[in-house]
């Protein structure tokens, strides 16, 4: 299994202009999922802002790509329930931002066909942090129409990356498209 932070979904037919526009960013990888990439990149941050730096400047560049999501966390997994357990705690350092939020998580599940369950999957982890929330003592309201925040999983195979979005960034970072 490849390390990686950012998951990019292609636009067909332009898979090779999208390789071209990435690889100066770190390790490109083809994965076995139909115009899905990964990248592992130093900093996620940076590599965002320079590429949207980079689309700014040269438009054209940006019909490659159809959708660019970076994770600040990653972990590996064997069975649903196993996804689950690592899930729940890749979001409990996530709690207290989302305290007085609208939010809701988001999943883009590649492989684990009849397995894993995005929807399913969306609910339970929505589910996990309004509880974590209470017991807190503080409230936050799942919210699809009009989210303060958006919690993005994305799954390749068997590993997953999870990353937390303000509205704000992704006003800033349209490629960034998790509904």
């Given at each position: 299994?490849?390390?990686?932070?950012?998951?990019?979904?292609?636009?067909?037919?332009?898979?090779a202009?999208?390789?071209?526009?990435?690889?100066?960013?770190?390790?490109?990888?083809?994965?076995?999922?139909?115009?899905?990439?990964?990248?592992?990149?130093?900093?996620?941050?940076?590599?965002?802002?320079?590429?949207?730096?980079?689309?700014?400047?040269?438009?054209?560049?940006?019909?490659?790509?159809?959708?660019?999501?970076?994770?600040?966390?990653?972990?590996?997994?064997?069975?649903?329930?196993?996804f689950e357990?690592?899930?729940?705690a890749?979001?409990?350092?996530?709690?207290?931002?989302?305290?007085?939020?609208?939010?809701?998580?988001?999943m883009?599940?590649?492989?684990?066909?009849?397995?894993?369950s995005?929807?399913?999957?969306?609910?339970f982890?929505?589910?996990?942090?309004?509880?974590c929330?209470?017991?807190?003592?503080?409230?936050?309201?799942?919210?699809?129409?009009?989210?303060?925040?958006?919690?993005a999983?994305?799954?390749?195979?068997?590993?997953?990356?999870l990353?937390?979005?303000?509205?704000?960034?992704?006003?800033?970072?349209?490629?960034?498209?998790?509904?």
């Open positions: 299994m490849r390390n990686w932070n950012v998951v990019v979904t292609v636009r067909e037919p332009r898979f202009q999208a390789w071209h526009l990435l690889a100066p960013y770190g390790m490109l990888h083809k994965t076995e999922f139909y115009n899905v990439l990964t990248l592992q990149v130093s900093d996620t941050a940076a590599f965002l802002q320079d590429l949207h730096r980079q689309l700014g400047q040269q438009p054209e560049l940006g019909e490659s790509v159809a959708r660019v999501v970076p994770v600040s966390t990653r972990f590996e997994f064997q069975s649903p329930a196993a357990e690592q899930a729940r890749a979001l409990v350092p996530w709690v207290e931002r989302l305290a007085g939020q609208r939010f809701h998580v988001r883009h599940r590649r492989g684990f066909k009849g397995r894993l995005s929807q399913e999957e969306e609910r982890l929505d589910g996990f942090l309004l509880q929330l209470a017991e807190r003592g503080a409230t936050a309201t799942v919210d699809f129409d009009d989210p303060d925040m958006i919690i999983v994305e799954t390749v195979g068997q590993q997953a990356g990353s937390l979005w303000s509205r704000e960034a992704l006003a800033r970072y349209p490629l960034v498209k998790l509904d």
